[in-house]
């Protein structure tokens, strides 16, 4: 009995998973605490380790994998940044920050979506008493979303983009 259909089959069913969770996770890196890059990462060497690296896809790998650190980083940095751009204290930053992370875990996706942003605001509004101040640096932390956003999203895209050439020149 011939089973090279029924592994073509199973080859083909298992693209097609890779590029939905790839798209899924694309899509997912609107909410900003969603690992979305780290999953394309994740998903592509699964696909290495299935069908092997060879030099040009461990080149593209390592490049994946640079590319999904600094996604992460980027993330947080942008963010980080821009509040603190408009004078937001780091006790502020870190505490909105671990709001995200555990508001986004207790209350997926919308918790730390809403709390971070509140913890900002009362903790700025506590160090400064000034409403307007503490409500610039939000708009400042919504901003730095904005650009970690589209940060991560273009590198997102540039690693599904990666792989692909991976997948069609071996």
């Given at each position: 009995m011939n089973l090279d259909p029924f592994f073509e089959f199973l080859n083909s069913v298992a693209m097609i998973l890779m590029?939905?969770?790839m798209i899924v996770s694309l899509i997912g890196?609107?909410?900003?605490?969603f690992p979305g890059t780290v999953i394309?990462?994740?998903?592509?060497?699964?696909y290495g380790l299935i069908n092997g690296f060879g030099t040009g896809g461990g080149i593209i790998f390592a490049i994946l994998t640079i590319l999904m650190i600094v996604s992460t980083l980027a993330d947080n940095i942008l963010m980080g940044a821009k509040a603190r751009e408009n004078g937001a204290s780091w006790l502020s930053?870190?505490?909105?920050?671990?709001t995200a992370?555990?508001?986004t875990m207790i209350f997926p996706p919308v918790g730390g979506l809403i709390g971070a942003p509140l913890v900002l605001y009362l903790s700025e509004y506590n160090r400064v008493r000034d409403r307007d101040k503490a409500l610039a640096t939000v708009k400042?932390?919504?901003?730095?979303?904005?650009w970690a956003f589209v940060a991560r999203f273009g590198i997102g895209v540039v690693m599904i983009g990666l792989w692909a050439?991976?997948?069609f020149v071996s």
């Open positions: 590029i939905l969770v890196l609107v909410v900003p605490i394309i990462w994740l998903v592509t060497l699964i930053i870190g505490l909105a920050l671990g992370i555990v508001g400042a932390l919504a901003l730095g979303w904005g050439v991976w997948v």
